[in-house]
């Protein structure tokens, strides 16, 4: 209050003096965290203030452990840190090896590693699109994204042996041929699964709780994603037109052109990245059929190279880095001519794309919090390694 003087006095403020910020810890162990995430939030009220990802509950150590694999068993630690994505992950560390050999790998082994890549990068994809709209509440998608799954992961179980942890790859090419009346079972399951994809459109897109939840929320500006290296759909949902299948083509990417389609919204928020996410599954069916009808066309062949008993790459360095499902990932392998390596740094794409949560989440409700997360589309494996 204010005397006649014009003196001021506080008499008393109650509570109100003090701060109202609250700390919360959403996880470790949270359904919308995809495994062992902590995140650590700062709330003023109903609205997030501070945002920070607390990582390494998982933490392996692989990196490390690469070092005392030979490069036939690094193909083992490298399958495993992003577990939906496991294909790509094994592609990228043999394409490295080969690279610092200087080995070119038989045609047949270029054109099945692109179309089991693909296969792989569909089988990702769809756990995301059943998952994210069961976190914002919708059961039912989850059911159709596995059925589909199980058409896919059918094929490429019969192919490798493994359902999840494929361990397909060798450095010089694949394991082994694809078995008798397999190119004609997996056009079949790219078939079918194509021929129900509409579903997305009409259950998901079509739904206006979804669109109402998703729409302008959990914006990412480009110049966001420049500085956190954010890569794959949810770049490309924020206008960063960049996929290294069209621009650094590999495989066999270069002969694709015609059928590779990069998607890319402008919108930035939750909606853009799930529909980035959904178009770019389309275009991954087209590929995988594209590089069947290409199988279909090459005389019979190796499809891998023949390599010596204990094989050691020659000393120096590379870099090697794939458009894995989830963004860049890559490879930095350091040789001194034995045959493990010295240095192998991995570069995985769910590592950079989490850290955008710092930009994204302040300033935004905590109801908003789950959508934003599960548009990330991360594999809590893929940040720890």
Known sequence: MTDSAGATTTVSVGGGAESTDMVLNIGPQHPSTHGVLRLRLVLDGEVIRRAEPVIGYMHRGAEKLFEARDYRQIIMLANRHDWLSAFSNELGVVLAVERMLGMEVPERAVWTRTLLAELNRVLNHLMFLGSYPLELGGITPVFHAFREREELQNVMEEVSGGRMHYMFNRVGGLKEDLPAGWAGR??????????????YDRLVLGNEIFRGRTRAVGRLAPDTVHAYGVTGPIARASGVDFDLRRDEPYLAYGELRDVLSVVTRDEGDCLARFECLLEQTHNSLALADACLDRLAGLAPGPINQRLPKVLKAPEGHTYAWTENPLGVNGYYLVSRGEKTPYRLKLRS????????????????????????????FFVVGDIDK
């Open 349 to 376: 794409a769910s590592f950079n794309n989490i850290q955008a949560l710092t930009e994204l989440l302040p300033g935004t409700q905590v109801a908003d919090m789950v959508a934003i997360l599960g548009s990330l």
């Open 186 to 199: 997996a056009r079949h399951a790219v078939g079918a699964v194509r021929s129900r994809m509409d579903v």
